[in-house]
């Protein structure tokens, strides 16, 4: 206990004297768990992904197509808004700009309305899901995502407060325009910088 909380200070200041710790946040060593409403069950035969709006084509993968899709390795912090911070973070899965390869986006798109089961919603610049570091996770160190993390896919975008990283993703919806998701229509911030503390909205 005592120690747990030594080591805890201690890596807390390595991450603050790096510059990657956001003000006003703590570092955790365990990972909490934080949703609203209940986990969904999978059903890997009837599980989708959809894509709609601002492309030339909607797709749709069914679970098989999804998970043999290209994966790769990303290792990134995470912090949410409730002020807690994961470091070094191994996450595996299909990069957001992988995925893309099989859309054509329209022009106009530069909002992306992010989907999940039980209506959970997120929006998310374009930009920010093109990033090198933005991934469907399938896989968190080395293990399937456990059910209440997000099984059997999340949506990771390390660069802004977690509430953007979606559980249990369905679905995008390319927009011409910013509109808020879930959390950003009760209260939070419309984009959601850590290093900002851009919790709640203006
Ligand atoms: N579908 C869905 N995704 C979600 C949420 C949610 O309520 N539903 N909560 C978000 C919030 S606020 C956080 S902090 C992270 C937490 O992820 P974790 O439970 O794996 O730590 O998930 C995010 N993704
Ligand atoms: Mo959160």
Not at 77 to 88: A, E, K, L, Q
Not at 138 to 160: C, M, T
């Amino acid at each position: 206990m005592f120690e747990d909380l030594t080591e805890r200070k201690r890596q807390e200041r390595l991450m603050r004297e790096a510059g990657r710790l956001p003000p006003n946040q703590a570092l955790t060593l365990k990972w909490p768990v934080l949703h609203v409403g209940s986990v969904p069950r999978f059903d890997p035969q009837t599980w989708d992904f959809k894509v709609s709006g601002l492309v030339d084509q909607r797709l749709r993968l069914t679970w098989d197509e999804f998970s043999h899709l290209p994966m790769t390795q990303v290792t990134a912090d995470m912090h949410c808004v409730t002020r807690w911070s994961r470091f070094d973070v191994r996450w595996e899965g299909v990069l957001f700009s992988d995925l893309l390869k099989l859309i054509r986006v329209r022009p106009a798109a530069t909002h992306v309305m992010v989907e999940a089961e039980h209506g959970y919603t997120s929006n998310v610049p374009l930009a920010d899901l093109l990033r090198p570091t933005t991934l469907f996770a399938l896989k968190h160190h080395g293990e399937p995502l456990s059910a209440d993390h997000g099984y059997p896919l999340r949506l990771v975008v390390p660069n802004l407060y977690a509430w953007k990283s979606v559980k249990w993703v369905r679905g995008l919806e390319f927009m011409d325009h910013d509109e808020p998701g879930f959390w950003e229509q009760n209260g939070y911030n419309l984009y959601g910088d850590p290093f900002k503390e851009e919790r709640f909205s203006g």
